[in-house]
């Protein structure tokens, strides 16, 4: 069974940065392709970036290209958001998800995608 472990969230101000980590209990990460969700009060779970299980290729929704960036260590089993230049819009519960590797990832945006979450972590950013 897969596990992973969200951690990073906080409360910031617009403008600034925050980098989220997850922590996952894969035998073989490399097997996995992992993606980023955010889920904010009222509406649905929204798909934000995912990564390839070698990490050799990325994809982003059209609202944080260029903010966010994923990257993953397999080494130590952990996939990383860092989010830059937050904005109020950015507010949400962040939730970290593993499948196994399926390509193109360009495909997989769909939470129903998915067969393993995290907990999620909170990111509140105020204007």
């Known amino acids: 069974q897969v596990q992973l472990v969200e951690s990073g969230g906080g409360l910031v101000q617009a403008g600034d940065s925050l980098r989220l980590s997850c922590a996952a209990s894969?035998?073989?990460?490399?097997?996995?392709?992992m993606g980023w969700f955010r889920q904010a009060p009222g509406k649905e779970r929204d798909f934000v970036a995912i990564?390839?299980?070698?990490?050799?290729?990325?994809f982003y929704a059209e609202s944080v290209k260029e903010r966010f960036t994923i990257s993953r260590d397999n080494a130590q089993k952990m996939v990383f958001l860092q989010m830059n230049s937050l904005s109020p819009d950015d507010t949400a519960v962040y939730y970290c998800?593993?499948?196994?590797?399926?390509?193109?990832?360009?495909?997989?945006?769909?939470?129903?995608?998915?067969?393993?979450w995290g907990q999620g972590t909170q990111v509140t950013v105020s204007s």
């Open positions: 998800a593993a499948r196994p590797e399926l390509l193109p990832i360009e495909l997989f945006t769909s939470s129903s995608d998915y067969s393993y």
């Open positions: 990564i390839t299980g070698n990490g050799g290729r990325t």
């Open positions: 894969f035998s073989s990460p490399a097997s996995y392709g």
